[in-house]
């Protein structure tokens, strides 16, 4: 799956509709960002079950203020409607790989148990 931008048009609908999400937030002018770009793209290419996607913060600065992207580029996980991960920097190809499997092989009953938890 090619890798898609989101708005405050798609976004929650976006995150809403796909069990994992994988968002760039990222600018235009933001050297790191731009590095990082490639590596997302290759990717995304050998995980067509995940929805990347990126966040032009200079665009969509609603977006980045709702989750108070201080610094970018910053990579946030959701899986079945939860940030499982954030974090602001660029991973190396390898790292990022390792996250991704790892997101993918975290047990979101246990999850969502924990959160269930947490609200009662």
Not at 13 to 39: K, L
Not at 52 to 76: D, Y
């Amino acid at each position: 799956m090619a890798v898609i931008e989101l708005t405050k048009d798609n976004f929650e609908e976006t995150v809403t509709n796909n069990d994992f999400v994988i968002v760039d937030f990222w600018a235009p002018w933001c050297g790191p960002c731009r590095s990082f770009a490639p590596t997302y793209e290759k990717v995304s290419e050998d995980h067509p079950d995940v929805v990347f996607a990126k966040v032009n913060t200079e665009v969509e600065q609603e977006i980045a203020g709702h989750f108070q992207i201080r610094s970018i580029p910053t990579l946030m996980i959701f899986r079945e409607k939860v940030i499982i991960f954030s974090q602001a920097g660029a991973l190396p190809e390898g790292g990022f790989r390792d996250l991704v499997q790892k997101a993918g092989e975290l047990d979101m009953s246990e999850v969502h148990q924990q959160i269930a938890a947490e609200n009662a």
